[in-house]
Protein backbone atom coordinates (compact mmCIF):
# COMPACT_ATOMS: atom_id res chain seq x y z
CA UNK A 1 0.00 0.00 0.00
CA UNK A 2 2.43 2.51 1.21
CA UNK A 3 4.40 1.11 -2.56
CA UNK A 4 1.47 2.41 -4.27
CA UNK A 5 0.77 5.24 -2.68
CA UNK A 6 4.49 6.48 -3.59
CA UNK A 7 3.70 5.57 -7.09
CA UNK A 8 0.61 7.95 -7.79
CA UNK A 9 2.73 10.46 -5.63
CA UNK A 10 5.33 10.78 -8.13
CA UNK A 11 3.02 10.18 -11.12
CA UNK A 12 0.98 13.06 -10.05
CA UNK A 13 3.87 15.61 -8.92
CA UNK A 14 5.65 14.73 -12.59
CA UNK A 15 9.49 13.39 -12.84
CA UNK A 16 12.59 15.29 -14.20
CA UNK A 17 12.68 15.32 -17.68
CA UNK A 18 16.13 14.85 -20.02
CA UNK A 19 15.70 18.55 -21.49
CA UNK A 20 13.46 19.78 -18.82
CA UNK A 21 10.68 20.76 -20.87
CA UNK A 22 8.96 17.22 -20.90
CA UNK A 23 7.14 15.80 -17.45
CA UNK A 24 7.48 11.72 -17.02
CA UNK A 25 3.75 10.45 -17.65
CA UNK A 26 2.46 13.39 -19.76
CA UNK A 27 2.50 14.19 -24.06
CA UNK A 28 5.15 15.45 -25.35
CA UNK A 29 5.96 16.44 -28.57
CA UNK A 30 2.93 14.08 -29.23
CA UNK A 31 4.61 10.75 -27.32
CA UNK A 32 4.02 9.58 -24.14
CA UNK A 33 7.37 10.76 -22.03
CA UNK A 34 7.89 8.36 -19.11
CA UNK A 35 11.59 9.60 -16.93
CA UNK A 36 15.24 9.81 -17.70
CA UNK A 37 16.35 6.70 -18.11
CA UNK A 38 13.38 5.63 -20.56
CA UNK A 39 14.41 3.09 -23.26
CA UNK A 40 14.93 4.53 -26.84
CA UNK A 41 11.72 2.89 -28.58
CA UNK A 42 14.50 2.58 -32.22
CA UNK A 43 16.40 -0.25 -32.45
CA UNK A 44 18.61 -0.97 -35.45
CA UNK A 45 17.98 -4.41 -36.93
CA UNK A 46 19.16 -7.32 -36.58
CA UNK A 47 21.96 -8.67 -36.69
CA UNK A 48 23.97 -5.96 -36.63
CA UNK A 49 27.64 -4.71 -36.64
CA UNK A 50 27.66 -3.61 -33.13
CA UNK A 51 27.05 -4.23 -29.34
CA UNK A 52 26.60 -7.54 -28.52
CA UNK A 53 27.23 -8.83 -31.93
CA UNK A 54 30.38 -7.40 -32.53
CA UNK A 55 31.66 -9.28 -29.14
CA UNK A 56 31.45 -12.50 -31.05
CA UNK A 57 33.53 -12.60 -33.47
CA UNK A 58 37.07 -11.87 -34.44
CA UNK A 59 37.20 -8.98 -31.43
CA UNK A 60 38.26 -11.05 -28.83
CA UNK A 61 41.47 -12.49 -30.57
CA UNK A 62 43.80 -9.58 -29.55
CA UNK A 63 42.82 -10.40 -25.83
CA UNK A 64 43.53 -13.93 -25.89
CA UNK A 65 46.65 -15.54 -25.77
CA UNK A 66 48.57 -17.35 -28.59
CA UNK A 67 47.56 -20.90 -27.81
CA UNK A 68 44.06 -19.89 -27.01
CA UNK A 69 44.14 -17.88 -30.54
CA UNK A 70 45.47 -20.60 -32.54
CA UNK A 71 42.61 -22.88 -31.03
CA UNK A 72 39.63 -21.03 -31.71
CA UNK A 73 40.93 -20.42 -35.64
CA UNK A 74 41.37 -24.05 -35.72
CA UNK A 75 37.73 -24.89 -35.03
CA UNK A 76 35.71 -21.34 -35.73
CA UNK A 77 33.69 -23.11 -39.15
CA UNK A 78 32.67 -25.95 -36.97
CA UNK A 79 31.18 -24.30 -34.31
CA UNK A 80 27.71 -22.78 -33.90
CA UNK A 81 27.14 -19.05 -32.71
CA UNK A 82 27.11 -18.93 -29.81
CA UNK A 83 28.65 -20.98 -27.86
CA UNK A 84 31.34 -19.59 -30.53
CA UNK A 85 33.80 -17.84 -29.05
CA UNK A 86 33.22 -16.79 -25.30
CA UNK A 87 31.54 -20.10 -24.14
CA UNK A 88 35.64 -22.05 -25.36
CA UNK A 89 37.64 -19.10 -23.71
CA UNK A 90 35.29 -18.87 -20.82
CA UNK A 91 35.32 -22.76 -20.08
CA UNK A 92 39.08 -22.29 -21.18
CA UNK A 93 39.73 -19.72 -18.58
CA UNK A 94 37.71 -22.01 -15.81
CA UNK A 95 39.11 -25.06 -16.93
CA UNK A 96 42.68 -23.87 -17.06
CA UNK A 97 42.70 -21.52 -13.60
CA UNK A 98 40.07 -23.48 -11.69
CA UNK A 99 39.80 -27.22 -12.38
CA UNK A 100 43.34 -28.19 -13.31
CA UNK A 101 45.46 -25.70 -11.85
CA UNK A 102 46.75 -25.74 -8.08
CA UNK A 103 44.67 -28.80 -7.12
CA UNK A 104 43.61 -31.03 -9.77
CA UNK A 105 40.75 -32.21 -10.72
CA UNK A 106 40.66 -35.90 -11.99
CA UNK A 107 38.46 -36.95 -14.69
CA UNK A 108 37.70 -37.03 -18.60
CA UNK A 109 36.27 -34.30 -20.91
CA UNK A 110 32.95 -35.05 -22.55
CA UNK A 111 30.53 -33.25 -24.56
CA UNK A 112 27.14 -34.60 -25.12
CA UNK A 113 25.47 -32.82 -28.10
CA UNK A 114 28.00 -32.92 -30.73
CA UNK A 115 26.70 -30.38 -33.38
CA UNK A 116 28.99 -29.70 -36.18
CA UNK A 117 31.58 -30.50 -33.94
CA UNK A 118 33.60 -27.72 -33.21
CA UNK A 119 33.78 -27.64 -29.46
CA UNK A 120 34.19 -31.14 -28.89
CA UNK A 121 36.97 -30.78 -30.63
CA UNK A 122 38.17 -27.58 -29.13
CA UNK A 123 38.10 -29.45 -25.64
CA UNK A 124 39.04 -32.79 -27.19
CA UNK A 125 42.49 -30.88 -27.94
CA UNK A 126 42.44 -29.38 -24.03
CA UNK A 127 41.66 -32.35 -23.17
CA UNK A 128 44.94 -34.25 -24.95
CA UNK A 129 47.06 -30.99 -23.46
CA UNK A 130 46.43 -32.19 -20.49
CA UNK A 131 46.70 -36.26 -20.84
CA UNK A 132 42.85 -36.66 -20.68
CA UNK A 133 40.12 -38.58 -22.69
CA UNK A 134 37.46 -36.89 -24.14
CA UNK A 135 34.11 -38.25 -24.86
CA UNK A 136 31.50 -36.94 -27.69
CA UNK A 137 27.83 -38.69 -27.78
CA UNK A 138 25.52 -37.53 -30.52
CA UNK A 139 22.68 -38.98 -32.43
CA UNK A 140 24.25 -38.10 -35.45
CA UNK A 141 20.31 -37.34 -36.39
CA UNK A 142 19.61 -34.58 -34.73
CA UNK A 143 16.84 -34.11 -32.29
CA UNK A 144 14.58 -36.20 -30.78
CA UNK A 145 11.23 -34.83 -30.65
CA UNK A 146 10.38 -32.26 -28.23
CA UNK A 147 8.10 -33.20 -25.34
CA UNK A 148 5.36 -31.26 -23.62
CA UNK A 149 8.26 -29.86 -21.46
CA UNK A 150 9.97 -27.85 -24.24
CA UNK A 151 8.47 -24.52 -25.27
CA UNK A 152 7.24 -24.74 -28.86
CA UNK A 153 10.70 -23.91 -30.82
CA UNK A 154 12.69 -26.63 -32.10
CA UNK A 155 11.62 -29.70 -34.27
CA UNK A 156 11.90 -33.02 -34.02
CA UNK A 157 15.44 -33.61 -36.68
CA UNK A 158 16.80 -29.89 -36.41
CA UNK A 159 20.91 -30.23 -36.50
CA UNK A 160 20.62 -33.53 -38.32
CA UNK A 161 22.28 -34.10 -41.85
CA UNK A 162 20.39 -33.57 -45.27
CA UNK A 163 19.35 -36.58 -47.20
CA UNK A 164 22.58 -38.66 -47.90
CA UNK A 165 24.76 -37.47 -45.35
CA UNK A 166 26.64 -39.39 -43.07
CA UNK A 167 27.47 -36.69 -40.41
CA UNK A 168 29.01 -39.58 -37.88
CA UNK A 169 31.51 -40.55 -40.40
CA UNK A 170 32.26 -36.93 -40.86
CA UNK A 171 33.09 -35.78 -37.16
CA UNK A 172 35.33 -39.11 -37.32
CA UNK A 173 37.03 -37.56 -39.67
CA UNK A 174 37.20 -34.36 -38.68
CA UNK A 175 38.87 -36.07 -35.28
CA UNK A 176 41.64 -37.56 -37.11
CA UNK A 177 42.08 -34.24 -39.51
CA UNK A 178 42.51 -32.03 -35.89
CA UNK A 179 45.14 -34.57 -34.56
CA UNK A 180 43.20 -36.49 -31.84
CA UNK A 181 42.04 -39.35 -32.67
CA UNK A 182 44.23 -40.70 -30.09
CA UNK A 183 41.74 -38.76 -27.23
CA UNK A 184 38.31 -39.00 -28.23
CA UNK A 185 35.83 -41.73 -28.27
CA UNK A 186 32.52 -41.23 -30.52
CA UNK A 187 29.45 -42.47 -28.96
CA UNK A 188 26.26 -42.79 -31.67
CA UNK A 189 22.86 -42.52 -30.54
CA UNK A 190 20.20 -40.66 -28.48
CA UNK A 191 21.22 -40.00 -24.62
CA UNK A 192 18.66 -42.33 -23.10
CA UNK A 193 19.69 -45.51 -25.38
CA UNK A 194 23.79 -45.30 -24.86
CA UNK A 195 26.03 -46.77 -22.67
CA UNK A 196 29.18 -44.68 -21.25
CA UNK A 197 31.25 -46.81 -22.73
CA UNK A 198 33.22 -49.35 -20.45
CA UNK A 199 36.68 -48.32 -20.38
CA UNK A 200 38.06 -46.77 -17.07
CA UNK A 201 39.21 -43.75 -18.39
CA UNK A 202 35.30 -43.04 -18.62
CA UNK A 203 34.95 -43.92 -14.90
CA UNK A 204 35.27 -40.15 -13.82
CA UNK A 205 34.91 -36.97 -15.54
CA UNK A 206 36.02 -33.44 -14.46
CA UNK A 207 34.13 -31.27 -17.54
CA UNK A 208 31.27 -32.33 -19.26
CA UNK A 209 29.43 -30.00 -21.57
CA UNK A 210 25.35 -30.61 -22.25
CA UNK A 211 24.43 -29.00 -25.34
CA UNK A 212 21.36 -30.22 -26.47
CA UNK A 213 18.56 -27.97 -26.54
CA UNK A 214 15.64 -30.13 -25.16
CA UNK A 215 14.41 -31.22 -21.44
CA UNK A 216 14.39 -34.76 -22.06
CA UNK A 217 17.88 -34.80 -23.73
CA UNK A 218 19.25 -32.55 -20.67
CA UNK A 219 17.81 -34.98 -18.31
CA UNK A 220 19.16 -37.98 -19.73
CA UNK A 221 22.76 -36.76 -20.16
CA UNK A 222 22.71 -36.12 -15.91
CA UNK A 223 21.49 -39.42 -15.45
CA UNK A 224 24.03 -40.81 -17.52
CA UNK A 225 27.07 -38.80 -16.55
CA UNK A 226 26.26 -36.63 -12.90
CA UNK A 227 27.54 -40.15 -10.74
CA UNK A 228 30.58 -39.97 -12.92
CA UNK A 229 31.47 -36.45 -12.21
CA UNK A 230 34.07 -35.61 -9.43
CA UNK A 231 33.27 -32.94 -6.26
CA UNK A 232 34.50 -30.25 -7.83
CA UNK A 233 33.61 -31.22 -11.60
CA UNK A 234 32.09 -28.87 -14.06
CA UNK A 235 29.15 -29.29 -16.00
CA UNK A 236 27.81 -26.84 -18.73
CA UNK A 237 24.33 -26.73 -19.66
CA UNK A 238 23.95 -24.84 -22.47
CA UNK A 239 20.68 -22.89 -23.83
CA UNK A 240 19.76 -22.36 -20.48
CA UNK A 241 18.11 -19.15 -21.34
CA UNK A 242 16.67 -20.36 -24.23
CA UNK A 243 12.55 -19.88 -25.45
CA UNK A 244 12.51 -23.37 -25.44
CA UNK A 245 13.13 -23.74 -21.66
CA UNK A 246 13.36 -27.51 -21.32
CA UNK A 247 17.00 -27.53 -20.36
CA UNK A 248 16.06 -25.10 -17.23
CA UNK A 249 13.39 -27.03 -16.95
CA UNK A 250 15.26 -30.50 -16.56
CA UNK A 251 18.23 -28.97 -14.24
CA UNK A 252 15.17 -27.90 -11.66
CA UNK A 253 13.51 -31.27 -11.88
CA UNK A 254 17.29 -33.42 -12.21
CA UNK A 255 18.30 -31.70 -9.06
CA UNK A 256 14.83 -31.86 -7.30
CA UNK A 257 15.13 -35.42 -7.79
CA UNK A 258 18.41 -36.81 -7.41
CA UNK A 259 20.40 -33.91 -5.42
CA UNK A 260 17.96 -32.93 -3.15
CA UNK A 261 18.27 -29.16 -3.18
CA UNK A 262 18.68 -26.45 -6.48
CA UNK A 263 22.83 -26.02 -7.72
CA UNK A 264 24.30 -22.16 -7.92
CA UNK A 265 24.11 -21.84 -11.33
CA UNK A 266 27.30 -19.49 -12.46
CA UNK A 267 26.09 -17.63 -15.81
CA UNK A 268 27.99 -17.67 -18.94
CA UNK A 269 27.58 -16.08 -22.41
CA UNK A 270 25.30 -16.15 -23.74
CA UNK A 271 22.39 -18.29 -22.37
CA UNK A 272 25.00 -20.87 -20.85
CA UNK A 273 25.06 -21.92 -17.47
CA UNK A 274 27.94 -23.75 -15.04
CA UNK A 275 27.72 -25.88 -12.03
CA UNK A 276 30.32 -26.82 -9.88
CA UNK A 277 29.55 -30.85 -8.23
CA UNK A 278 29.34 -30.34 -4.42
CA UNK A 279 28.84 -26.55 -4.58
CA UNK A 280 25.59 -25.36 -2.53
CA UNK A 281 23.54 -22.25 -2.40
CA UNK A 282 22.94 -22.28 1.20
CA UNK A 283 25.02 -22.73 3.82
CA UNK A 284 25.86 -26.04 5.88
CA UNK A 285 24.62 -25.13 9.34
CA UNK A 286 21.42 -23.70 7.85
CA UNK A 287 19.04 -23.01 10.62
CA UNK A 288 15.35 -23.20 11.09
CA UNK A 289 13.54 -19.91 12.11
CA UNK A 290 13.25 -19.33 15.10
CA UNK A 291 10.99 -18.38 18.25
CA UNK A 292 7.41 -17.29 16.79
CA UNK A 293 8.70 -15.69 13.75
CA UNK A 294 8.10 -17.47 10.67
CA UNK A 295 11.11 -15.88 8.50
CA UNK A 296 14.51 -17.11 8.63
CA UNK A 297 17.10 -15.85 10.57
CA UNK A 298 19.25 -13.35 8.09
CA UNK A 299 21.72 -13.15 10.58
CA UNK A 300 25.97 -13.60 9.18
CA UNK A 301 27.92 -16.16 11.02
CA UNK A 302 27.30 -19.57 12.72
CA UNK A 303 23.39 -18.71 12.65
CA UNK A 304 23.22 -17.59 9.38
CA UNK A 305 20.65 -19.31 7.26
CA UNK A 306 20.99 -16.58 4.37
CA UNK A 307 21.63 -18.36 1.11
CA UNK A 308 25.76 -17.46 0.37
CA UNK A 309 24.44 -17.03 -3.23
CA UNK A 310 21.21 -14.37 -3.81
CA UNK A 311 18.30 -15.92 -4.82
CA UNK A 312 16.43 -14.50 -8.59
CA UNK A 313 13.13 -14.21 -8.68
CA UNK A 314 12.81 -17.91 -10.97
CA UNK A 315 14.12 -19.14 -7.78
CA UNK A 316 17.41 -20.23 -8.65
CA UNK A 317 20.49 -19.44 -7.28
CA UNK A 318 22.98 -17.66 -9.58
CA UNK A 319 26.59 -16.30 -9.74
CA UNK A 320 28.30 -14.05 -12.25
CA UNK A 321 32.06 -14.56 -10.89
CA UNK A 322 32.86 -16.92 -13.63
CA UNK A 323 31.56 -14.40 -16.17
CA UNK A 324 33.58 -11.39 -14.97
CA UNK A 325 36.48 -13.45 -14.26
CA UNK A 326 37.37 -13.64 -17.88
CA UNK A 327 39.53 -10.95 -19.03
CA UNK A 328 39.59 -10.46 -22.22
CA UNK A 329 35.63 -10.11 -22.20
CA UNK A 330 36.42 -7.03 -20.21
CA UNK A 331 38.58 -5.78 -22.86
CA UNK A 332 36.25 -6.75 -25.76
CA UNK A 333 33.03 -4.67 -24.35
CA UNK A 334 35.83 -1.92 -23.37
CA UNK A 335 36.51 -1.41 -27.18
CA UNK A 336 32.66 -2.68 -28.23
CA UNK A 337 31.43 0.71 -26.25
CA UNK A 338 34.22 2.85 -27.88
CA UNK A 339 33.26 1.54 -31.26
CA UNK A 340 29.24 2.60 -30.40
CA UNK A 341 29.73 5.76 -28.70
CA UNK A 342 32.11 6.94 -31.65
CA UNK A 343 29.25 5.97 -34.73
CA UNK A 344 27.03 7.85 -32.42
CA UNK A 345 29.14 11.13 -31.79
CA UNK A 346 29.15 10.89 -35.70
CA UNK A 347 25.91 10.76 -36.72
CA UNK A 348 25.25 13.40 -33.83
CA UNK A 349 27.63 15.78 -35.59
CA UNK A 350 26.52 15.16 -38.79
CA UNK A 351 22.78 15.94 -37.11
CA UNK A 352 21.68 12.40 -38.23
CA UNK A 353 19.06 10.10 -36.05
CA UNK A 354 21.41 8.53 -33.08
CA UNK A 355 18.08 6.69 -30.96
CA UNK A 356 18.36 3.52 -32.22
CA UNK A 357 22.70 4.15 -31.11
CA UNK A 358 21.61 5.14 -28.38
CA UNK A 359 19.65 2.22 -27.27
CA UNK A 360 22.72 0.33 -28.03
CA UNK A 361 25.24 2.06 -26.28
CA UNK A 362 23.28 1.83 -23.13
CA UNK A 363 23.12 -2.09 -23.68
CA UNK A 364 27.00 -2.29 -24.16
CA UNK A 365 27.49 0.51 -21.06
CA UNK A 366 25.35 -1.62 -18.77
CA UNK A 367 27.19 -4.95 -19.86
CA UNK A 368 30.71 -3.33 -19.56
CA UNK A 369 29.32 -1.98 -15.75
CA UNK A 370 27.63 -5.05 -14.67
CA UNK A 371 31.03 -7.29 -15.76
CA UNK A 372 32.81 -4.69 -13.60
CA UNK A 373 30.55 -4.86 -10.62
CA UNK A 374 32.83 -5.96 -7.41
CA UNK A 375 31.90 -9.33 -5.89
CA UNK A 376 31.94 -7.60 -2.59
CA UNK A 377 28.93 -4.94 -3.62
CA UNK A 378 25.33 -5.76 -2.36
CA UNK A 379 24.13 -8.60 -4.63
CA UNK A 380 20.27 -8.50 -5.98
CA UNK A 381 17.63 -11.07 -6.67
CA UNK A 382 17.14 -9.29 -10.06
CA UNK A 383 20.92 -9.20 -11.24
CA UNK A 384 19.98 -12.03 -13.91
CA UNK A 385 17.36 -9.70 -15.89
CA UNK A 386 20.27 -6.85 -15.83
CA UNK A 387 22.60 -9.08 -17.13
CA UNK A 388 19.65 -10.58 -19.91
CA UNK A 389 18.61 -6.98 -20.96
CA UNK A 390 21.56 -5.56 -22.08
CA UNK A 391 22.19 -8.25 -24.30
CA UNK A 392 18.30 -7.85 -25.79
CA UNK A 393 19.75 -7.62 -29.41
CA UNK A 394 20.93 -11.38 -29.58
CA UNK A 395 18.33 -12.75 -27.62
CA UNK A 396 15.82 -11.58 -29.68
CA UNK A 397 17.48 -12.54 -32.90
CA UNK A 398 16.44 -16.61 -32.13
CA UNK A 399 12.95 -17.76 -33.68
CA UNK A 400 10.66 -17.11 -31.52
CA UNK A 401 8.17 -15.73 -33.26
CA UNK A 402 6.68 -17.75 -35.85
CA UNK A 403 3.09 -18.23 -35.03
CA UNK A 404 2.49 -20.84 -37.44
CA UNK A 405 0.95 -23.93 -36.04
CA UNK A 406 3.99 -26.01 -34.76
CA UNK A 407 6.23 -22.73 -35.44
CA UNK A 408 8.80 -22.98 -37.97
CA UNK A 409 8.23 -25.69 -40.71
CA UNK A 410 11.49 -25.98 -42.30
CA UNK A 411 14.40 -28.08 -39.89
CA UNK A 412 17.74 -26.68 -39.59
CA UNK A 413 20.14 -28.84 -40.81
CA UNK A 414 23.75 -29.37 -40.56
CA UNK A 415 26.31 -30.87 -43.02
CA UNK A 416 29.75 -31.29 -41.01
CA UNK A 417 31.60 -32.73 -44.37
CA UNK A 418 30.30 -29.20 -46.56
CA UNK A 419 32.85 -26.95 -47.92
CA UNK A 420 34.01 -24.37 -45.76
CA UNK A 421 36.48 -22.46 -47.83
CA UNK A 422 33.32 -20.21 -48.32
CA UNK A 423 33.27 -17.15 -45.44
CA UNK A 424 32.50 -17.84 -42.11
CA UNK A 425 29.10 -17.38 -41.47
CA UNK A 426 30.12 -16.58 -38.04
CA UNK A 427 32.44 -13.60 -37.90
CA UNK A 428 30.87 -9.85 -37.98
CA UNK A 429 27.98 -11.12 -40.15
CA UNK A 430 26.51 -7.61 -41.59
CA UNK A 431 22.94 -7.06 -41.56
CA UNK A 432 21.74 -8.62 -44.31
CA UNK A 433 22.83 -11.89 -43.64
CA UNK A 434 21.16 -13.75 -40.68
CA UNK A 435 23.87 -15.13 -38.31
CA UNK A 436 23.41 -19.51 -37.77
CA UNK A 437 22.12 -19.78 -34.30
CA UNK A 438 21.35 -22.12 -31.90
C1 LIG B 1 23.04 -27.29 -30.85
S1 LIG B 1 23.72 -28.78 -31.36
C2 LIG B 1 25.23 -28.83 -30.49
C3 LIG B 1 26.19 -27.72 -30.83
C4 LIG B 1 27.63 -27.96 -30.43
N1 LIG B 1 27.78 -28.39 -29.06
C5 LIG B 1 28.48 -26.71 -30.64
O1 LIG B 1 29.05 -26.22 -29.66
O2 LIG B 1 28.60 -26.24 -31.76
C6 LIG B 1 22.75 -29.97 -30.55
C7 LIG B 1 23.16 -31.41 -30.81
O3 LIG B 1 22.56 -32.23 -29.82
C8 LIG B 1 22.21 -33.48 -30.40
N2 LIG B 1 21.15 -34.08 -29.56
C9 LIG B 1 20.13 -33.44 -28.96
N3 LIG B 1 19.40 -34.28 -28.22
C10 LIG B 1 19.98 -35.50 -28.34
C11 LIG B 1 19.70 -36.78 -27.79
N4 LIG B 1 18.68 -36.98 -26.96
N5 LIG B 1 20.51 -37.79 -28.11
C12 LIG B 1 21.55 -37.61 -28.96
N6 LIG B 1 21.88 -36.41 -29.51
C13 LIG B 1 21.09 -35.36 -29.20
C14 LIG B 1 21.77 -33.11 -31.81
O4 LIG B 1 21.89 -34.19 -32.69
C15 LIG B 1 22.72 -31.96 -32.16
O5 LIG B 1 23.84 -32.41 -32.84
Redesign the pocket.
Known amino acids: MVFRFWLISALVSGGSSQDGSCKAGEQCNGENTYGPNDVPKERPRNPHHLFPYDIFGEAAMPFLDEIMRTEITHVQQY??FP?YPWSLVGYDNLISHDLLHSAPIEGSFA?F????G??SIYFARKAKMYGRKFLS????????KPTESDNQYFLEGD??PPKGVDNHKAFLELVDRMDVNDTVTVVK????DIAIPDDPAFEKFAFV?L????Y??IY?SFMKIWDRVVPGGFVIVDDYFHFVQGPARAVTDFFRDHVGEPPVLFVLPVHAVLIVKGMSPCPKNAQAPVGKSSRPDWGEGATATRPAFTRALDGNFYSFQALRSIEALHRTVEVSVARVTAEYEERRQKGQPVHELERVRRNAESFLGFLRYPATAPQSSVDLYRYLASMEDVIDLQEAYDCRAGGRQTKNEINIDRDRSGPSNIVNAQPSEPLAS?
Open positions: CMPEGVGEGTVDSFAGLPYGGFFGHDSDLQSDE
